[in-house]
T-cell receptor, first 111, second 114 residues
Framework: NAGVTQTPKFQVLKTGQSMTLQCAQD?????MYWYRQDPGMGLRLIYY???????DKGEVPNGYNVSRLNKREFSLRLESAAPSQTSVYFC??????????FGPGTRLTVT | GENVEQHPSTLSVQEGDSAVIKCTYS??????FPWYKQELGKRPQLIID?????GEKKDQRIAVTLNKTAKHFSLHITETQPEDSAVYFC?????????????FGAGTRLAVHP
């Protein structure tokens, strides 16, 4: 039982490049989430998916898109990366009314 | 929208002392308040949570208290140990429509000195 997994672990992009961060969970959770973590700012919700087939914006959605591919997988796409998107990205999953389980994170640097 | 403020941003204690971290939230409809611990380079992990129908919850050396009237909640760690050193985050959310949209505080870096 791997829990929540994320790929890649590290990534360096140039400004304007695109990439997709992958997230998968094997806990049969309905809800999945993408956060970014910046120094001194805690975790901020980018997008979430309450269930398969639905997605919604969180606090900081600009510059990102998401896809809930199936119940297990929830991807985050940066279409045109900017230095302001340098951050650590965490994916999480949960059942309604229960704790969120986080993945190991992806450290992204945009130069 | 919901806003969560967390204090202090850093906390230094001697091993064996108690540590208290406080959070306030803005949305009176919030009904779920978890606390996460994050060690350096690791993922956040839940250490304790409380729902709005409960005023206090304990788990060994960790306790959380909630004051709904004042809209604040606190984490209490007793008999601190060096392995308690980490960043602690509070969060608040409203269970709604089958999902749980957490709003996090900025974090408290706790250092426990032997």
């Amino acid at each position: 039982n791997a829990g929540v997994t994320q790929t890649p672990k590290f990534q360096v992009l140039k400004t304007g490049q695109s990439m997709t961060l992958q997230c998968a969970q094997d806990m049969n959770h309905n809800s999945m989430y993408w956060y970014r973590q910046d120094p001194g700012m805690g975790l901020r919700l980018i997008y979430y998916s309450a269930s398969e087939g639905t997605t919604d914006k969180g606090e900081v959605p600009n510059g990102y898109n998401v896809s809930r591919l199936n119940k297990r997988e929830f991807s985050l796409r940066l279409e045109s990366a900017a230095p302001s998107q340098t951050s650590v990205y965490f994916c999480a999953s949960s059942e309604p009314r229960y704790e969120q389980y986080f993945g190991p994170g992806t450290r992204l640097t945009v130069t | 929208g919901e806003n969560v403020e967390q204090h202090p941003s850093t906390l230094s204690v001697q091993e064996g002392d108690s540590a208290v971290i406080k959070c306030t939230y803005s949305d009176s409809a919030s009904n779920y308040f978890p606390w996460y611990k994050q060690e350096l380079g690791k993922r956040p992990q839940l250490i304790i949570d409380i729902r709005s129908n409960v005023g206090e919850k304990k788990d060994q050396r960790i306790a959380v208290t909630l004051n709904k009237t004042a809209k604040h909640f606190s984490l209490h760690i007793t008999e601190t140990q060096p392995e308690d050193s980490a960043v602690y985050f509070c969060a608040a959310s409203i269970f709604s429509g089958g999902y749980n949209k957490l709003i996090f505080g900025a974090g408290t870096r706790l250092a426990v000195h032997p």
